[in-house]
Every structure is written in structure tokens, then in C-alpha cells.
């Protein structure tokens, strides 16, 4: 018989999935000795996405709240992070962090206690006005370099005075390392929360809000939370990215921000926790791959996540090896 | 208790809720009293679930009072009135179809516990909340079937379910919106000893079109006809009343 309650779980079903979750976390780790330089920023951007899209899949997975404003607290910052640097010193990450998520979380406070009294497509819109208000605030007036953008002094990463400065061949190694701690990190955090009874009243709240409300929850102020803890997680992923960029522009604020951690979340499956981890390397390796095979990159890559999405309506996440078909060979023969 | 006979638990005083011109309740002033199982009967559109409605607070009322133990809910939202103690059931089967039966009626139990609690508990290693659910399970009947999905239930179940729900939130009253609504004759059977078994620790509520049922579960009857109280009393007043006849049981 199918568990099908295990199929509204956000986590692996089984110890299996599991192991292959840290084989995979391995693999990642190990990569940086056996690839160029080239190779490893880019897998740092694609853990930047994947940050982006795993802090949006508490909102979508979990909750069932789908938000096009979910980039604007990334790129905001990005730009706090940019704005709380000196011009000459590297700001300590336990500074710059902490301030980075702090910013977004309340931006995100403020635009939930708004965009969460409304529901499903107005929401939607709600979200991406609140988006774009704050998109135009980096891009209209000179705070953080008007629409060419502004380069970070020192995009250092330091902590308690030992600062990472390492020679140019190694630097992209270390923030590659500084990123994945932050994915892993932020997976493990989340899986714990979903297990928790606040991830239930999530899943409740997914499922049906109008019983949630009815047996007695506060459903305004538990989604509340989840936004702002989801805005605090996009923190970290535009703080991280101003690092590793060393520079801040306003299309990093800007609305496909929201739709392409959407793209990564549908791409990867909306099932599961690592989808997101999943769509986010999968859709950044597609993009640098269409790129070297054609000029018409975004041709090939709507024609892939097209193909994805018929194919695979789980995504990504949900290919596995069928061991049930096995078994039920098993009992009819 | 005793001094408490005559305070109702739930009352409303000249409750009225418009839609436009229509007049959906007129004036309804009602009131439930603990150990009591009053039932509301009426024909199509005489506003029963409109009154479930207002009394849960999925409706805000035209004009009038709700009181719960004396004091006024009025104005309260659904979820802060659950937590007050008004629990209800819905007419149309409301669940959580994908969770397992122990798992809706856990959340269920969960609505009180403050938000902070909720963010440092382990759902799988809370045993007062499963426990919780498994009493009102077990009250209901559903022990059999405690781990399977609400979505796979038989319809008589997924009722009984819906019952079990609005108990696990610790209710003083159960507003249970026909709760026998596409059943069969054996599970009215026993439903219909739950519900009297409900009542004697409950202020009940109940919307009912079987009349025969009602009857012989009702402690208390109110007849709601074009939104207002056409009579109110013993089933067998009420039974006897002329006018009841009249309007309503003449039809039949």
C-alpha cells in the first residue's frame, strides 16, 4: 500500500533517499579539486540559486504560498550588504550576515502584514507590487549607484579579525566552501523546521486553510512567520551573492528574481526540499550549456523546462529507481 | 452546576443577518445550555446554516448578540471563537484529505498551543497532543482506522471524522452543521448514541433534516422557518405545537 501521507512530506521518504542526499553533499564538496576555476564560481552562483530557491520553497512547497516579491528582499541585501561596507576594509561576516538577513526579514515583516490579508492571484500581484516598489528604490536615486549598479570595496569574507584574503587562484575556492556551509546549513535548518508542528500547521495550512482557521489557528500570523523567515533565508542568499559578486546592481532586485527561483522550484519539483537545490544547479548548468551551443539560449532553455514539465510533473526530485514496480512483478509472477 | 442550570453557554439575542433584501435570519434569539442537545430543524432555505454560520463567525450577523458564557463574541473571528470554545462541523465534509486520520485530528488538537511552542516541538515526539487525538478518536469510533488517509475513508467515516475534529479542540460547544448528511441507516444509529452521549458533557447544537432522528435525539427543538423562530421547546411541545404543524410537519 502507498503512504500517501508521506507524499505531502517535503523530506525523504527513506533512509536511502537520504544517503543519496549526502553522497550528492559529498560529491558537491569534493568538487572544487577536480574542476577549473571557471567551473567553481559557477557552482557557487548555482548554491546562491539554490539558496534563493530553497528559502522560496518554505513559501510554495510548505505553505502554498506562491510570492513574485520573494527576490526583492535578496537583492535588498545584497544592497545592505553593500551599503554597511567601508570603502577600504572588509566587513566581518558576522556583521554583514546577520544585518543582510535582519534587512530582509523585516522587509519582508512589513510587506506580509500587507500582501498576507489577500489570497491566490492577488497575492501574487500584491507581492510583485511590493516588489517592484522596492526594485525602483535601487534604481531611481543614487543609494546604491542608480542603475549602474555599485562595486563592493573589499568583497572580503573576515571573521574575528582573520580575514579570507586569499590569493587570486584560491579565492573563488573559499567562497565556494563559505556557500555550501550556508546551503547546508539553511536544508538542514529547514528540514528540521518542517518536522516540527510548526511545519505541520504549514502543511495545514497548504492543504486546507479555511480548517485550519476553523479548528482555531491564527493561520494570518503563522504565515506571517513563514514569510518572514523566508525573506531573512533570501537574506542570506543576496548577502552571500554580494560576496561572491563583489557588486550590487538593481536587476538583482528586480521581479524575475521571484520567477526564475519559481522556474528552479518547478524545474527541481515542488514536493520536496531539495527540489529547489535540485531546479536551481540543474537550470544554471542548462543555461551555461545553451549558451555554448547556440545563440538562441532562451529558446533551448524554454524548450528543456517545457520538456521537464510534461515529462516529470514531480520534477526533478521525484526521478527515482522504481523498486515498487520490482515488487509488483515480483507478486504476480 | 446546579447554579449554573439556567445560565445559558450560548446565546443569541435578536440575531439578524441580511443579504441584500433577503432576510436570511430574522430575530433569532436562541439559547444552548451545557448538557443539552438542541436541535434545529426547518425547511430548505428557513437559514439553518446561516445561523451555524453566524454562531461559528464565518458570518458577521446584520444585527443582534452572540453570547458565550455571558460575554459577547460578536465580533471575534472564526479561530478566535474556536478557541473560546465554539467548535463546529460542517455540512459538507471540510478535512484534511492527503493526512492520515490520527494526523488531522492532531492538528486539530495542535490550535491552542501558542505559535513559539509549535516551532520547538518535534511533531512526531508529542505525546499530549497524540494522545489528544487519539481520545477523540476513540470517542467517535475511528479507532480502526486511526492510520489511514482521510481522503481513502468511506464517506460515513470522513462524517465521523469531522466530529472527531471539532472535539479535539476542546469545545463547550459543538455546532454540528448535519453531521448525518448521505448516511446509511446503521452508522445514523450510531451516531445518534454519540451524539447523546456528546451531549451529556456538551452544549450541542444540531442541524438535522431527519425528522424521526431528531425527535429521538433532541432534547431541546427549534423550528426556523423563513429565518425566524417559528416555535421553541421540548420535542414534544414543540410536536404538539399547531402552528409547527402547520407550517412544517403538514408538509410531510
Not at chain 1, 79 to 103: G, R
Not at chain 1, 236 to 242: E, I, L, S, T, V
Not at chain 2, 113 to 135: E, M, N
Request: hydrophobic share 50%; net charge neutral.
Amino acid at each position: 500500500m502507498i503512504d500517501v501521507g508521506n507524499q505531502t512530506r517535503l523530506l525523504p521518504h527513506s533512509t536511502a533517499g537520504w544517503l543519496a542526499l549526502v553522497a550528492f553533499a559529498i560529491f558537491w564538496a569534493i568538487l572544487p579539486w577536480f574542476v577549473p576555476l571557471y567551473y567553481i564560481e559557477l557552482g557557487t552562483s548555482a548554491m546562491i540559486a539554490a539558496m534563493l530557491a530553497l528559502s522560496m520553497q518554505l513559501l510554495v512547497g510548505a505553505t502554498g504560498l506562491v510570492s513574485l516579491g520573494h527576490g526583492a528582499f535578496y537583492g535588498l541585501a545584497a544592497y545592505a550588504v553593500y551599503l554597511v561596507s567601508p570603502e577600504n576594509a572588509a566587513q566581518p561576516i558576522w556583521i554583514t550576515l546577520p544585518i543582510a538577513m535582519a534587512v530582509a526579514g523585516l522587509a519582508a515583516l512589513a510587506v506580509g502584514m500587507f500582501s498576507l490579508r489577500t489570497s491566490g492571484f492577488f497575492f501574487l500581484m500584491v507581492t510583485l507590487a511590493f516588489g517592484q516598489m522596492i526594485f525602483f528604490v535601487f534604481h531611481d536615486t543614487k543609494l546604491g549607484g542608480g542603475t549602474d549598479g555599485a562595486y563592493l570595496g573589499k568583497p572580503l569574507i573576515s571573521a574575528f579579525g582573520a580575514t579570507l584574503d586569499l590569493p587570486r587562484r584560491q579565492k573563488p575556492i573559499g567562497i565556494y566552501y563559505v556557500a555550501l556551509i550556508q546551503l547546508l546549513s539553511m536544508y538542514i535548518g529547514l528540514a528540521v523546521l518542517l518536522r516540527t508542528l510548526f511545519g505541520r500547521a504549514l502543511e495545514g495550512i497548504r492543504v486546507n486553510e479555511h480548517r485550519m482557521r476553523a479548528v482555531g489557528f491564527d493561520t494570518f500570523k503563522i504565515k506571517l512567520t513563514a514569510f518572514t523567515l523566508a525573506g531573512a533565508l533570501a537574506g542570506a542568499a543576496g548577502h552571500m551573492w554580494a560576496l561572491h559578486r563583489g557588486f550590487v546592481n538593481p536587476e538583482i532586485v528586480g521581479w524575475h528574481q521571484s520567477a526564475e527561483a519559481l522556474l528552479m522550484i518547478l524545474l527541481g519539483g515542488l514536493g520536496s526540499l531539495h527540489g529547489p537545490i535540485l531546479g536551481a544547479l540543474a537550470l544554471t548548468g542548462l543555461s551555461e550549456v545553451s549558451q555554448l551551443l547556440t545563440e538562441r539560449k532562451l529558446l533551448v532553455e524554454g524548450l528543456v523546462i517545457l520538456a521537464v514539465v510534461i515529462l516529470l510533473p514531480k520534477g526533478l526530485a521525484g526521478i527515482r529507481v522504481r523498486k515498487d514496480h520490482a515488487a509488483d512483478g515480483a507478486d504476480h509472477g | 452546576m446546579v447554579e449554573q442550570a439556567n445560565t445559558p453557554v450560548l446565546e443569541t439575542q435578536n440575531l439578524q443577518k441580511n443579504f441584500g433584501g433577503l432576510q436570511a435570519t430574522r430575530d433569532v434569539s436562541i439559547a444552548l445550555h451545557r448538557n443539552e442537545l438542541h436541535a434545529v430543524i426547518g425547511p430548505n432555505g428557513a437559514g439553518k446554516s446561516t445561523l451555524v454560520n453566524l454562531l461559528a463567525g464565518e458570518l458577521a450577523p446584520t444585527s443582534g448578540h452572540i453570547l458565550l458564557d455571558g460575554e459577547e463574541v460578536t465580533a471575534l473571528t472564526t479561530w478566535r471563537r474556536t478557541r473560546a470554545g465554539i467548535a463546529r462541523s460542517f455540512q459538507r465534509t471540510n478535512i484534511f484529505l492527503p493526512l492520515s486520520v490520527h494526523e488531522n485530528v492532531r492538528l486539530a488538537a495542535q490550535a491552542r498551543g501558542s505559535l513559539a511552542r509549535a516551532v520547538f516541538h518535534r511533531a512526531s515526539r508529542d505525546g499530549t497532543l497524540a494522545k489528544a487525538a487519539d481520545t477523540a478518536i476513540e470517542r467517535v469510533g475511528l479507532t480502526g482506522v486511526r492510520n489511514r488517509i482521510a481522503g481513502e475513508l468511506s464517506h460515513g467515516e470522513q462524517r465521523q471524522l469531522e466530529i472527531a475534529m471539532t472535539l479535539a479542540t476542546d469545545p463547550k460547544v459543538l455546532l454540528l452543521d448535519e453531521p448525518l448528511a448521505g448516511m446509511g441507516q446503521e452508522e445514523g444509529e450510531r451516531i445518534a448514541t454519540l451524539l447523546q452521549a456528546l451531549a451529556r458533557d456538551h452544549a450541542v447544537l444540531l442541524i438535522e433534516h431527519d425528522m424521526d432522528f431528531v425527535f429521538k435525539v433532541a432534547d431541546v427543538l427549534t423550528v426556523l422557518v423563513e429565518g425566524a423562530v417559528l416555535a421553541s421547546g421540548t420535542s414534544q411541545s414543540v410536536r404538539d405545537n399547531a402552528a409547527v404543524q402547520f407550517a412544517y410537519l403538514g408538509d410531510h
